[in-house]
């Protein structure tokens, strides 16, 4: 059968393709969830209402996590990061060390015992 070949070519054409297909890990995202729950969620005795994450081309990252509660606070974080989509490592000023991934839009990062979700 000659229509298996035309297919089977096709489909390694498509993902050959040029920059245009690699996923770009740098950017902003905003916090969806911790650990299975949406925001607003709890997080050692806090509530978390909002966060964000950017990752920056040259390495480094920012998180900022916004707690409510008897006294509302924004938590500001610095780190670094490295990887590529499927394997992210983010590594914290305290050298905690948080690893995750990126999928479509959702980036996800396993630390503190929990997972947090990201949307791009």
């Not at 916090?31 to 480094?60: F, N, Q, Y």
């Amino acid at each position: 059968m000659r229509i298996l070949p035309i297919i089977l070519l096709a489909l390694a054409a498509a993902c050959s393709g040029g920059d245009s297909d690699v996923m770009t890990i740098e950017g902003a995202y905003t916090l969806e969830s911790v650990g299975d729950i949406e925001l607003p969620a709890s997080h050692d005795g806090e509530e978390i209402v909002a966060g964000s994450l950017e990752l920056r081309e040259d390495a480094t990252c920012e998180r900022i996590t916004e707690f409510e509660g008897d006294e509302p606070r924004t938590e500001v974080d610095s780190c670094l990061w490295a990887g590529d989509p499927d394997e992210l490592e983010v590594i914290w000023e305290d050298d905690r060390i948080y690893i995750g991934s990126l999928i479509g839009s959702r980036l996800t990062l396993a630390g503190d015992e929990l997972v947090w979700v990201y949307r791009r």
